[in-house]
């Protein structure tokens, strides 16, 4: 008779209610594949017993069924009977090669324009890259379906994203709450993409471990940054001062994207920006790469391309616009 050991199975970097499946429908579906284990789930760890060549295999698959979540960000339950039949290998899965992370429920994040591919092949030659353009053209989500895929392939440690507090027609003192619930509204562009691409529960324990940050520009100040993915998105509202700062907290195996649209700038006086002015003072710096977006990447409703044309098209009927644009902001 074979003696039975036990042996238990440390799950890590996945929250196991994603992996169980809704009322452990996923769970039971793996115990039924392994009738003679005994199987029994705390939390993080499952305890199994059983033949000890039986329970190798299991942990084994087990290990498949993870690595290929964290990668997807889904499970079903075909995963889980070709997890446990022979073992989920990459060759598997249909490759696409523009595809840069998996989000939830198997959502695929893919490069969708010609700029989108060229910001995705810039960053495996670059530390640094600039990326410009209209809005609605992926500059933003582009960058940090990057930053999650690197996170999720251990490249990096940390995801840091970042704005500046510029006021757009609502001044900060008027709004309510504390200081974070004053800056939130600034912050959740950045919320609402990672929300695609991390589940919710892991989401909340990555914000809470800080794994993921995201902060104002001015908290930027004084760190150095390790082995970490940082954005600097609006960065069309950073005077060059404040974008040397940024980007003087590069630290060791570091990569950093800056994203901004120099025809949406907030600030008072808009030659304040800083970004053409950088972009232009790094160009042809080894090591740092430029992609511009234009109105052929817009990504969003189709009504958007008209209406970045209608008001480009007003801009240059009328160079003393800028007041006009003031204006309205304040209506």
Known sequence: MTEAVGKEIIIEGVDPRELYGPQNVYLDQIKSLHPRLK?????????????????????????????????????????????????IADQDVPVDKDVIVYGNNGNIIR???????????????????????????????TAIALAVRALKERHVRRIILTRPAVEAGEKLGFLPGDMKEKLDPYLQPLYDALNDMIP????????????????????????????????????????LSQIKMFLTRMGRNAKFIVTGDVTQIDLPRKSDSGL?????????????GVVEFDKRDIVRHPLVKYIVDAFDKRAGDNPAGENEQTNLKTE
Do not use: C
Request: net charge positive.
């Open 39 to 87: 199987i029994v789930a705390r939390g993080s760890s499952l305890k199994v017993l059983g033949s000890e060549a039986e329970t190798q295999r299991f942990d084994k698959r087990m290990e498949g069924l993870v690595a290929y979540y964290l990668k997807y960000g889904h499970i079903s339950t075909e995963v889980v009977d070709q997890a446990f039949a022979g073992g």
């Open 111 to 141: 490069a969708r324009t010609v700029n989108q591919q060229k910001l995705v092949k810039l960053y495996d030659r670059n530390d640094l890259l600039f990326a410009v353009g209209p809005a609605g053209s992926g500059k933003t989500y």
């Open 200 to 239: 919710p529960a892991k989401l909340v324990k990555y914000l809470e471990e800080g794994t993921v940050q995201i902060a104002p520009l001015a908290y930027m100040r004084g760190r150095t940054l390790d082995n970490a993915f940082v954005i600097l998105d609006e960065a069309q509202n950073t005077t």
């Open 276 to 288: 053409v002015r950088t972009m232009e003072i790094l160009r042809g710096v080894p090591g740092i």
